[in-house]
């Protein structure tokens, strides 16, 4: 913490330790000193006070009753015979010093015989002492004893001294001075030395104040022009004079030639298309470049002078590279994913280490290549590879299967005339044309992947589509409690889409919303427009029971399906009729919460994307 203050607060320190700690060392003595010395001056002086008591009492009490000529009578009596002997001399001597209390105790009569000055404490004659009172200890030993503490007139320092006669104790003399009175006087005392003190250490660390002035301000100047260089490669110190001037002036030929060096490597980091970053070794960035800013979806500032497990604890899969970096282990284009903002990244990762000129390590490079556009382009190729080859299957399919269905549709229609209204059969002929009518309608979605029809492209609201098709849909929906609301964009431009197939499009994507959805539920249907990309955007948001990650690559291959009786085509040609209207569809899930699907749609004028 020392090395951490500036050089006045360090200087001040030293100079305090070296001339005030003296002083506050040798007040803090002279004042407890001082103080036990008034303690025991104050003993001495009540102790001189029981003294003057003891003398007075020539005899013993029995004396002073005996010369009275009192012989058996009661206690009281007894007590208000030698308080009227006693009692004068008594209020003499507590009279001497105001303040003081002082008094005759009597053994065999265990009461307070006079308690001066009487005026006050006359109320106490004829008391005995509380259990556990020190009287009874000097009584009782017959040796002088000061108890302070609250006694009979409350919080006191008591100097007691035993009444001895013929070897006998027969009560003791007290003196005693309220600890307040004392207290007063102790810090009346204290005040005088600790306001000396206090003089001495404001003149000390004012003189070191303006002794430092000089010195501090260069070093002050020195600091935080090396702060601002840290910040700032491009700062410059001002003039100084003497040997401080001289170490600005190497200081700053040092940072022109550390800032031309800066820029260079700057410029060659920018213009690379790869994320770059860097890591000392202890594990904190040190550099990022604009790529890497826009690959992980960070700024500089945010993430330089931080430790990489914190820059990267939301990619695991980064920090595990980083630290097994860092133990000797380095990796050479390894292919990873991450998600940023709930979208997958895949990354082509190198670390490298960083070596000095002695060929010491000094840290980590890390190498960033995107992958996502190739992977994108890749699983494209796929897809059109599979759905080539779907389509001539569907079309070989249903030329094969809709000749017989065709027959088999004619010959039920003869069979079922032959049948009377009430005849039991009609049943089945009736669940056969259901079924024909089902394989039917699977041919045509299949034929639609080998000779799609030609959309019919009109100017639309995109919005009053939507609302003609939730009609459709609202009996499954309310059957399953599920409930949809709209969120529309006030200034959404109209489209120009085939309507009847972008209502197919929503069809299929809400049944399989309403089939996520358990008992009940809700489904959001949102719009926006987006003016940078010509877009316009449709969510469609559910709070089902999501989909499962590795399951959304394929949701939009022919005949994948997670439903006993699905036939994996719904999402498949709402992507081939999307693809048609050069539009495309993203999907978000999180199992257990729900399933976004987003439909992006081009402003489209004369068939065409219109260019801005």
Not at 34 to 50: H, I, M, S, T
Not at 321 to 327: G, K, M, S, V
Not at 380 to 408: S, W, Y
Not at 545 to 562: A, K, S, V
Request: overall charge negative.
């Amino acid at each position: 913490m020392f090395t951490a203050m500036t050089l006045r607060a360090r200087l001040i320190i030293i100079l305090f330790f070296t001339v005030t700690v003296p002083i506050l060392v040798s007040g803090y003595f002279m004042s407890d000193q001082a103080e036990n010395a008034l303690l025991k001056e104050k003993q001495a002086k009540l102790f001189g006070y029981a003294r003057l008591l003891d003398v007075h009492l020539e005899g013993t009490y029995n004396d002073i009753l005996v010369n009275k000529g009192i012989f058996n009578i009661d206690k009281d009596t007894k007590i208000k015979v030698l308080n009227a002997a006693l009692r004068d001399y008594t209020d003499q001597v507590a009279n001497t010093h105001p303040g003081l209390g002082i008094g005759y105790y009597s053994k065999e009569l265990d009461a307070i015989l006079t308690y001066g000055p009487s005026e006050e404490f006359s109320d106490y004659i004829g008391q005995s002492i509380f259990h556990g009172h020190e009287g009874y200890t000097v009584m009782k030993t017959g040796e002088e004893m000061v108890q302070i503490g609250k006694l009979v007139r409350g919080p006191i320092m008591n100097c007691m001294i035993p009444i001895i006669r013929n070897e006998e104790v027969i009560g003791y003399i007290w003196s005693n001075e309220l600890l307040s009175d004392i207290e007063a006087q102790i810090s009346n005392m204290e005040d005088k030395v600790y306001n000396t003190i206090l003089i001495g250490l404001f003149s000390s660390l004012l003189l070191s104040y303006f002794l430092t002035s000089n010195i501090v301000r260069d070093v002050v100047t020195i600091k935080k022009g090396l702060s601002n260089l840290h910040k700032n490669m491009s700062y410059r110190f001002p003039p100084l004079r003497g040997e401080i001037g001289e170490i600005a002036r190497a200081i700053n030929d040092m940072s022109e030639a550390l800032n031309t060096m800066k820029l260079h490597s700057e410029s060659i980091a920018s213009s690379t298309p790869n994320g770059l970053l860097t890591l000392n070794n202890e594990g904190v960035v040190t550099i990022v470049n604009l790529s890497a800013e826009r690959l992980l979806n960070v700024t500089a500032k945010e993430i330089i002078d931080n430790h990489y497990r914190h820059v990267f604890q939301p990619w695991t899969g980064i920090a595990s590279i980083l630290d097994t970096a860092f133990n000797g282990e380095l990796y050479q284009n390894k292919e990873i994913a991450i998600d940023i903002h709930r979208r997958t990244i895949y990354l082509l990762f190198t670390t490298t280490a960083l070596l000095n000129t002695r060929g010491e390590q000094m840290g980590i490079l890390i190498i960033l290549r995107d992958l996502t556009e190739t992977k994108k382009l890749e699983e494209q190729v796929r897809r059109a590879d599979r759905l080539a080859i779907t389509g001539e299957l569907a079309a070989g399919i249903a030329h094969e299967v809709r000749n017989p269905l065709t027959a088999i549709t004619g010959y039920l229609q003869l069979l079922a005339v032959d049948f009377a209204n009430d005849d039991p059969r009609n049943e089945f002929t009736r669940i056969i044309s259901q079924e024909i009518d089902r394989l039917n309608n699977l041919i045509d979605q299949l034929l639609y992947f080998s000779r799609p029809l030609p959309p019919q492209f009109m100017q639309i609201s995109l919005h009053k589509v939507i609302e003609e098709t939730l009609l459709l849909i609202n009996s499954p929906a309310v059957l399953k409690e599920v409930t949809i609301d709209t969120d529309f964009s006030p200034d959404l431009p109209p489209v120009k889409i085939d309507a009847i197939q972008f209502k197919q499009v929503l069809i299929n994507i809400l049944l399989n919303a309403i089939q996520s959805i358990g008992n009940s539920g809700t489904i959001t249907l949102r719009t926006s427009y987006h003016s940078q990309t010509a877009q316009i955007r449709l969510q469609i948001e559910d709070s089902g029971c999501g989909i499962p990650p590795e399951h959304i690559p394929r949701l939009f291959d022919p005949f994948f399906t997670t439903k006993e009786k699905g036939t994996g085509l719904g999402l498949a040609v709402a992507d081939k009729i999307l693809e048609v209207h050069h539009g495309f569809i993203d999907v978000e899930s999180i199992v257990g919460k729900g399933t976004c699907f987003s439909i992006y749609l081009p402003i489209r004028s004369g068939g065409k994307i219109r260019e801005e």
